[in-house]
């Protein structure tokens, strides 16, 4: 009863437009068209139905709508046959009896629910007719069983590894956004026997310490290597403050140091014995020896003495007076123990002579460069910046060259350095390439030099340079 009466629904319902494509006798294509709309065949993609046949235009409206009818166009090399409700007619049929009407190159005419036929266009044949839609299919769903749900699909084992990484994680930082952390100390505050530990080290600048190290490797006028200094204990680390050199004060704290060494001398040599004639202080050996005869008697008892004289000078250096016969023949010579004067010991507080330095032969060199200065490697460096810092530092070379050639006076040669600049303009690597020279410490010691120059930056990376030195003596 029930299954009558879905049918009859189904009867009396509003009906759709069903087609169907057959090429060459074989059914390619059926839709079913629930919503009204317009339909078209042709050969792109675009139509409702594609048949890339060319018997058919590119695109027709087969199917159009008027209101909510439908009408079928159809043009002259169409045929076919439709059933209007009141008998089948054939497409020359209806261009004839009027039922057709012309819309330009085509002819249309009006479809009902009772509709249906076909259409031929060549291979392709169009069926279409009018039916009572069927029920649209439910949606496939799982059984109640088997659908799952958001509690089911949650890995138990991941969640509960998760949510403990997050209390961990959360709790470190939670405790690091609270806890007191102490202040740094400031080096004011740290004691004495820390600082030098503890204080940090001021870099300096690379303009600065290129400058000084400069100044460290220049040799004035090619004389050797300055002697070594002592190293002093490193004091304690302070604030600079810029200071503004007094000439005066500089020159006062020379002769405080002269007249600390004359004592130190006086008070350590035979100066102190040998003391003053007449003048301050206490009795010395030359009073002593002298006995106190009058110093006039002296100079009369060699005042006619012939043939011998003694050289003259402008200031009395033993305190004796001292005098010639002019027309005396000969020569003298005169002995002296520094800058004494007529007061002896108490004048030494002045000044000593302590005599100079005797130094070894002296020696001069000459070190030029030979040939051009070869560059190579994946950076780019000015050649002419590189020999422009060779030529500055030159002395330093010298000096390498002085030391060994005062042991051998015939020492010459040329010697070849290879040396990389790095990309901070410091030398990372320095060795000699060739040597001509008999000595290898002149190498040893130029390539060691070269190895704590600076250099402009290359750009681009490292580069390797090659350099050729002759060393000659200079005279």
């Known amino acids: 009863m029930s299954t009558a009466k879905g049918a009859a629904a189904r009867k009396t319902g509003p009906k759709v437009l069903r087609v169907g494509i057959i090429q060459n006798g074989r059914p390619i294509e059926e839709r079913l068209f629930r919503k009204r709309q317009p339909v078209s065949i042709g050969q792109t993609p675009k139509q409702t139905f594609c048949v890339p046949v060319a018997d058919i235009p590119k695109s027709f409206t087969l199917f159009d709508l008027k209101g909510d009818d439908y009408v079928l166009n159809f043009t002259p090399k169409m045929s076919g046959r439709v059933s209007l409700g009141d008998g089948v007619h054939d497409m020359s049929s209806l261009r004839k009896s009027g039922k057709a009407k012309a819309q330009g190159d085509f002819h249309q005419v009006k479809l009902n629910n009772k509709s249906r036929g076909k259409v031929v266009l060549g291979e392709v044949t169009v069926l279409f007719q009018f039916v009572v839609p069927p029920p649209p299919k439910p949606k496939p769903q799982l059984p109640a069983s088997m659908r799952g749900g958001f509690v089911r699909d949650i890995d138990w084992n991941f969640a509960i590894i998760l949510m403990i990484s997050a209390l961990v994680q959360g709790g470190a930082v939670f405790w690091v956004e609270n806890t007191d952390w102490p202040e740094p100390r400031d080096v004011g505050a740290i004691p004495d026997r820390f600082v030098q530990v503890l204080a940090p080290q001021v870099k ?220 901070g303009g410091s030398v990372t690597s320095s060795s000699v390439a060739n040597s001509t020279l008999s000595s290898a410490a002149v190498g040893s010691c130029v390539a060691s030099r070269i190895r704590g120059w600076r250099f402009p930056k290359p750009e681009g990376g490292s580069v390797s340079v090659s350099k050729s030195f002759v060393f000659a003596p200079g005279n």
């Open 204 to 423: 300096e600048e690379e303009e600065d310490k290129f400058e000084e190290e400069e100044k460290k490797d220049e040799v004035v006028d090619g004389e050797g290597e300055p002697e070594e200094v002592k190293e002093q204990p490193k004091p304690k680390p302070q604030k600079r403050v810029a200071r503004v050199a007094d000439p005066d004060r500089k020159a006062a704290k020379m002769a405080e140091r002269k007249r600390a060494l004359a004592k130190t001398v006086e008070n350590k040599t035979i100066l102190r014995t040998i003391g003053t004639l007449g003048g301050e202080g206490q009795p010395s050996l030359v009073d002593s020896l002298t006995g106190g005869a009058d110093r006039k008697s002296l100079e009369n008892a060699f005042a006619g003495s012939t043939g011998v004289s003694t050289a003259s000078s402008d200031v009395e250096r033993s305190g004796l007076r001292r005098a010639a016969s002019a027309k005396a023949t000969g020569t003298g010579s005169k002995t002296g123990i520094g800058d004494l004067g007529v007061k002896g010991a108490a004048a030494a507080k002045k000044g000593v002579d302590t005599g100079s330095k005797r130094e070894g032969p002296k020696v001069k060199a000459r070190v030029s460069l030979r040939g051009a200065t070869a560059v190579v490697g994946s950076g780019i460096v000015d050649r002419n910046a590189v020999s422009a810092v060779i030529n500055r530092r030159r002395g330093a070379l010298v000096s390498c060259y002085e030391r060994e050639l005062k042991k051998n006076p015939n020492l010459k040669g040329k010697i070849t350095v290879r040396f990389t600049i790095g990309t």
